[in-house]
């Protein structure tokens, strides 16, 4: 190849690069206005399979959690990742405790948090969880496939994973989006 050609290679790969990124990005755009898009919607590894086996130590006051103590009442529940450094954390909580109020058993994971800070968190934004497990190493949140907190995932009665939503749970995507399928697991 002669060094004409390789300078126009040079001065070209930019253009295809552009080209590539604007084609992903119309993409993009036809997508969120025809209304398939969701950002929410990664896909996980766990929808449809048992509940990874974890057994956590307690955030005091509460004992810790196994993953066996999440279907031990043969209910449908929520597990939730969280962290006192997560602004969307905080956010979510209004949510979460309605849920709580309204009977949703609501398990919480403290995502490679001090417990210091989480129970500073707690008394801060609230306590909606049957009960508090820590996952320092954020070894456990890797067995579910975590992106990054918030994130929640909708167990059924017998382990399995139904549902997860990556980011906070708002007063419309708890409406939305996880109670009907609550609903549907009753």
Request: aromatic content about 8%.
């Amino acid at each position: 190849m002669d060094t004409l050609t390789r300078r126009r290679l040079v001065l070209l790969a930019p253009l295809a690069v552009a080209a590539g990124a604007g084609g992903a990005a119309t993409a993009l755009l036809l997508r969120m206005q025809e209304g398939s898009y969701d950002p929410h919607a990664l896909p996980s590894m766990l929808v449809g399979k048992r509940l990874p086996a974890f057994s956590l130590p307690g955030q005091p006051p509460s004992a810790g959690f196994s993953a066996a103590d999440v279907t031990a009442q043969g209910q449908p529940a929520l597990v939730n990742f969280f962290a006192s450094w997560c602004l969307p954390c905080a956010q979510e909580a209004p949510s979460l405790a309605a849920l709580q109020r309204d009977g949703v058993r609501v398990w919480g994971i403290a995502y490679k948090d001090a417990p210091e800070a989480t129970t500073r968190f707690l008394d801060r934004y609230g306590n909606p969880y049957v009960r508090v497990g820590r996952d320092p190493a954020g070894t456990t949140g890797i067995d579910f496939g975590l992106y990054g907190v918030p994130e929640s995932f909708l167990v059924d009665a017998t382990g399995v994973v139904r549902w997860r939503w990556t980011g906070g749970l708002s007063a419309d995507s708890v409406r939305q989006d996880l109670l009907p399928r609550l609903r549907a697991l009753s």
